[in-house]
């Protein structure tokens, strides 16, 4: 018997909308996100470290 794990699960929504959903591409969402992000200059930090983003290649090895 496999055992639910923390691999590609269900966002809870709302509030979090998976950005590659069609509600995430769609209707001007992420553009409106990151503009008020950037506008209450909470967006600094992410845009310094998205350069360094890698998505993980083995998620059994998420805890080493």
């Keep these: 018997m496999a ?5 590609r699960r269900e966002l809870p929504s709302p509030p979090a909308i998976e950005f590659a959903s069609p509600e995430g591409k ?5 553009q409106k996100l990151f503009s008020e ?4 200059g ?6 310094k470290l998205i350069s360094y983003y890698q ?3 083995e ?3 998420c805890g080493l």
């Design 3 to 7: 055992v639910a794990g923390l691999y």
């Design 26 to 30: 769609g209707s001007g969402f992420l």
């Design 37 to 40: 992000a950037l506008g209450n």
């Design 42 to 47: 909470t967006m600094e930090g992410f845009l």
């Design 55 to 57: 998505t993980q290649l």
């Design 59 to 61: 998620p059994a090895y």
